[in-house]
């Protein structure tokens, strides 16, 4: 009895002996295979070079014309810049053709003279060129270019996106920059007169003692608690850099912030 015990155990001891050296295989397999990768990795990767994907404004006038090009790079609306590029595209492709002649106006040394070309060309032409082709146009065969591009709005005129009544509206304001401690009540009030607006900017701190705005030094409107300053609104939607002088600190000093009105937020009161 006691001999088949032993004989039992020793058959066990033997079957774990051949397990374990069955997972030192594996293992030295395992190693040796990540080893191996790792030279590859080295041998075959040092060398090779990853380029991310750009699209870049060549790359774009390849797949739009130039107008939807610019607004894609910008993130923008349409400007009068973008209704020339597509113009000048068109004379690169001969689709206008363009005589530069001597000016008869004293103010200019050329005049340049833009003529349709046969009918047929507009086949070429995607919607949008075709759009500003007959906008440029007309019902004429030929017009003076500088003529006609003063009938095109002003840039200005192009980022304020909101033609206001006079009265009184709000507006949410954002405000960037300074150390991040100081902010400004949102919505803030607008006032428009004449076409002019004006926003009322109340800050979290009494301790501002003046604004500068589009280069005007501008003071507080009130006597008693936080800074309230009546500053211009040239345009929604895009930053306004303006300069805060602050008297909180040991010494007055001056903050640049950037200040945002959102115009999809405008309520009249």
């Given at each position: 009895m006691l001999?088949?015990?032993?004989?039992?155990?020793?058959?066990?001891?033997k079957n774990?002996?051949k397990?374990q050296?069955?997972?030192?295989k594996?293992?030295?397999?395992a190693?040796?295979?990540f080893i191996?990768?790792?030279?590859?990795?080295?041998?075959y990767?040092k060398?090779?070079k990853y380029?991310?994907?750009?699209t870049g404004?060549d790359?774009l006038?390849?797949?739009?014309?130039?107008?939807i090009?610019?607004c894609?790079q910008?993130?923008r609306?349409?400007?009068?810049r973008?209704?020339?590029?597509?113009?000048?595209?068109l004379?690169?492709?001969?689709?206008?053709?363009?005589?530069?002649?001597?000016?008869?106006?004293?103010?200019e040394?050329y005049t340049y003279?833009l003529?349709?070309?046969s009918?047929k060309?507009?086949?070429?032409?995607?919607?949008?060129?075709k759009?500003i082709?007959?906008?440029l146009?007309?019902d004429?065969?030929s017009?003076?270019?500088?003529?006609?591009?003063?009938?095109?709005?002003?840039e200005d005129?192009a980022?304020?996106a909101?033609d206001?009544?006079d009265g009184?509206y709000?507006a949410?304001?954002?405000?960037?920059?300074g150390?991040?401690?100081?902010?400004?009540?949102s919505?803030?009030?607008?006032?428009?007169?004449?076409?002019k607006?004006?926003?009322?900017i109340v800050w979290?701190?009494?301790?501002?003692?003046y604004?500068?705005?589009?280069?005007?030094?501008?003071?507080?409107v009130?006597?008693?608690g936080?800074?309230?300053?009546?500053?211009?609104?040239?345009s929604?939607?895009?930053e306004l850099d303006v300069?805060?002088?602050t008297?909180?600190?040991?010494k007055?000093?001056?903050?640049e912030y950037k200040i945002?009105?959102d115009?999809?937020t405008?309520?009249?009161?």
């Open positions: 001999f088949k015990i032993m004989q039992e155990e020793e058959g066990i001891y774990n002996e397990k050296r069955f997972t030192i594996v293992l030295l397999l190693i040796a295979l191996y990768w790792v030279i590859l990795i080295f041998v990767e060398d090779k380029v991310t994907a750009y404004e790359e006038l390849k797949k739009y014309n130039p107008l090009a610019g894609i910008g993130s609306d349409v400007l009068a973008d209704i020339i590029a597509v113009i000048l595209n004379i690169d492709k001969k689709l206008i053709k363009m005589e530069i002649l001597p000016s008869a106006r004293t103010n040394s003279i003529s349709r070309p009918a060309e507009e086949t070429e032409m995607d919607e949008i060129e759009y082709y007959h906008w146009f007309g004429k065969t017009i003076d270019f500088a003529e006609r591009l003063k009938e095109l709005p002003k005129d980022k304020s909101v206001l009544e009184t709000t949410e304001v954002t405000l960037e920059g150390s991040g401690r100081a902010s400004i009540e919505p803030a009030t607008l006032t428009v007169k004449d076409g607006v004006t926003a009322s979290s701190s009494p301790n501002y003692d604004m500068i705005v589009d280069g005007k030094k501008l003071f507080p009130n006597t008693e936080n800074s309230v300053f009546e500053i211009p609104v040239a929604f939607d895009t300069i805060a002088d008297v909180a600190m040991s007055p000093h001056e903050i945002t009105f115009s999809s405008i309520k009249a009161e």
